[in-house]
C-alpha cells in the first residue's frame, strides 16, 4: 500500500454519488440471493464476484437487472440498505447521499409504505450501530417517462422519509430530453428538496444547461460535457454548482475514453467545485478509495490536496452545519496525524 492509498483508506469520507443497487457487492447479493433460493443468480459469493466483473456496459446492465429482480420484499431492502452500510463504514465513508430508486421496488409489488421503513430502519440502525449517516436522493427512472416521475413525485413528497433531502433524475439522457421533468422538480422542491439531476454523461453541455435552468439542479450527476462549453464552465464556477465525478464509471459507460482523458483536471483548471464519487462502485470493479487515488493521480495531488477535495464533498452535501463542522474537523484530525 502506498502511503497516500493508506491515507486515503483512513480519511474521513462523505459520498454524494452513490447509487443504491448499484452499491449492492458479491457478499450482498449472495446474501439476497440465499434469501431467494428459486433465482438464477449464484449463491457462492465467488461465483457471485465473477459474474460482477466488469466486461463491457452491456454487461453491467445484465448484473444490474439480475441485483434488482433480487429485491423482491421490505426486508431484501432494509438487508440491501444496512449492507450497503457496512461496506461504507470498512471505507470511512461518514456520510452519504445514498441515490435511491423507490418507482422500481413498488413497481415491482413491494408496498410504498413497507418500502419506506425498510430503508429508514437501515437508516437508524447504519447511524445507530455503524456510524454512517445516510441520506436520501430520489430519483426518477428516467427511461420509465413522465409516468415513473409523476410517481417518483409522489413517493418524494406524499410519503417523504425523514432521511430524504433530495430529488434526482437518472436513466439514459440520448432521448429523454431533461425540460420534461421540470414539473416534477418544481414540485419536490416546494417541498424543500434539493434538487441534484444527472446531466451531460452522455450528451452534450446542453443538457447541463437545461439541468441548471429547467430542473434548477444545485448540483449535477457527472457533468463531463460541461468541458466542451467554457462559457458552462464558467457558470459552475461563479455560481459554485458542484460536479458529481465518478471517474472510473465515466470510463465504463464510454462517457470518456480512458482514465487518462478523464477532463477532472480541466474541470478543477476552470475553477469548478468537483466532488469525488463511486456511482455504482461494484459494478464497476471501484469503490470510493480506489476514485480517490484516481483523482490524486489525475490531479498531482498530496496529502492534503485529497484532504481538500474530501472537504469539498462535505461542504456542498445537504449535512447541516453541526454535520459538516465535525467531520471537516475528523478530516483536518486525520490530516494532522500525517506525517510531512
Ligand atoms: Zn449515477
Given at each position: 500500500m502506498s502511503d497516500l492509498t493508506e491515507f486515503i483508506a483512513g480519511l474521513p469520507k462523505a459520498e454524494l454519488h452513490v447509487h443504491h443497487v448499484g452499491s449492492a457487492s458479491p457478499r450482498i447479493v449472495a446474501e439476497l440471493a440465499a434469501r431467494h433460493?428459486?433465482?438464477?443468480?449464484?449463491?457462492d459469493p465467488e461465483e457471485v464476484a465473477a459474474f460482477f466483473t466488469f466486461r463491457d456496459f452491456a454487461h453491467f446492465v445484465e448484473v444490474y437487472i439480475a441485483v434488482v429482480s433480487l429485491i423482491k420484499d421490505a426486508e431484501d431492502v432494509r438487508l440491501l440498505t444496512y449492507e450497503v452500510a457496512r461496506d461504507m463504514a470498512r471505507q470511512n465513508i461518514r456520510y452519504a447521499e445514498l441515490t435511491v430508486t423507490p418507482h422500481t421496488s413498488v413497481m415491482r409489488g413491494i408496498p410504498d409504505v413497507a418500502f419506506m421503513e425498510a430503508i429508514e430502519d437501515a437508516r437508524t440502525g447504519a447511524e445507530r450501530d455503524l456510524g454512517v449517516v445516510l441520506r436520501w436522493c430520489f430519483d426518477i427512472p428516467?427511461?420509465?417517462?413522465l409516468p415513473a416521475a409523476e410517481e417518483t413525485a409522489r413517493l418524494a413528497?406524499?410519503?417523504?422519509?425523514?432521511?430524504l433531502v433530495a430529488f434526482g433524475l437518472g436513466g439514459p439522457e440520448i432521448g429523454w430530453?431533461?425540460?420534461?421533468?421540470k414539473p416534477y422538480f418544481d414540485r419536490a422542491i416546494a417541498e424543500g428538496l434539493h434538487s441534484v439531476p444527472h446531466a451531460g454523461e452522455t450528451t452534450g453541455p446542453q443538457t447541463i444547461w437545461d439541468a441548471l435552468r429547467?430542473?434548477?439542479?444545485e448540483r449535477v450527476g457527472h457533468?463531463?460535457?460541461?468541458?466542451?462549453?467554457p462559457e458552462l464552465l464558467a457558470y459552475l464556477a461563479e455560481h459554485r454548482i458542484p460536479l458529481e465525478v465518478c471517474p472510473t464509471s465515466n470510463v465504463a459507460t464510454r462517457a470518456v475514453p480512458s482514465l487518462e482523458e478523464h477532463p477532472l483536471r480541466q474541470m478543477v483548471d476552470a475553477g469548478v467545485l468537483v466532488t469525488i464519487n463511486s456511482d455504482d462502485p461494484p459494478m464497476f470493479g471501484t469503490d470510493l478509495n480506489t476514485e480517490y487515488g484516481v483523482a490524486a493521480r489525475l490531479l498531482g495531488l498530496d496529502a492534503a490536496g485529497v484532504a481538500a477535495l474530501a472537504k469539498n464533498a462535505v461542504d456542498v452535501s445537504f449535512m447541516d452545519a453541526a454535520g459538516k463542522a465535525r467531520l471537516a474537523a475528523e478530516i483536518d484530525a486525520h490530516l494532522a496525524t500525517w506525517p510531512g
Open positions: 433460493p428459486d433465482s438464477p443468480v449464484p449463491k428516467g427511461e420509465l417517462g413528497c406524499d410519503l417523504r422519509p425523514d432521511g430530453p431533461r425540460p420534461q421533468f429547467e430542473l434548477r439542479a457533468g463531463t460535457s460541461a468541458v466542451r462549453d
